[in-house]
Nanobody, 128 residues
């Protein structure tokens, strides 16, 4: 059974930091991403990472609004992807979802409909 379990959300003041984690099990993935959905808004892409079998790094992708403030990374041994977010702003408040797929081309990593597996989401609230 495929599972994506997010953790690390919470309440933080503007300017603070959070690290979200997404632990994957049940299948091997080579593309994982974070999306978020703010109240009253559509779910949007935040960051993604894709890698080749046997590699330790990966190619990373970010939406413009988090570039320079967010870092997506992975721990191969733990089958976990992280999203480190710094200098958080109230507009970062949203439910953050982890998504994963067996493999995706570069052109597809920002498209939520390309991902077959999703976590339940973790709430991030940034107070001003």
């Amino acid at each position: 059974q495929v599972q994506l379990v997010e953790s690390g959300g919470g309440l933080v003041q503007a300017g603070g930091s959070l690290r979200l984690s997404c632990a994957a099990s049940g299948r091997t993935f080579y593309a994982m991403a974070w999306f978020r959905q703010a109240p009253g808004k559509e779910r949007e892409f935040v960051a993604a990472i894709r890698w080749r079998d046997g590699s330790t790094g990966g190619s990373t992708y970010y939406t413009d609004s988090v570039k320079g403030r967010a870092t997506i990374s992975r721990d191969n041994a733990k089958n976990t992807v992280y999203l480190q977010m710094n200098s958080l702003k109230p507009e970062d408040t949203a439910v953050y979802y982890c998504a994963a797929d067996r493999n995706l081309p570069t052109a597809s990593v920002t498209r939520q409909y390309e991902y077959d597996n999703w976590g339940q989401g973790t709430q991030v609230t940034v107070s001003s």
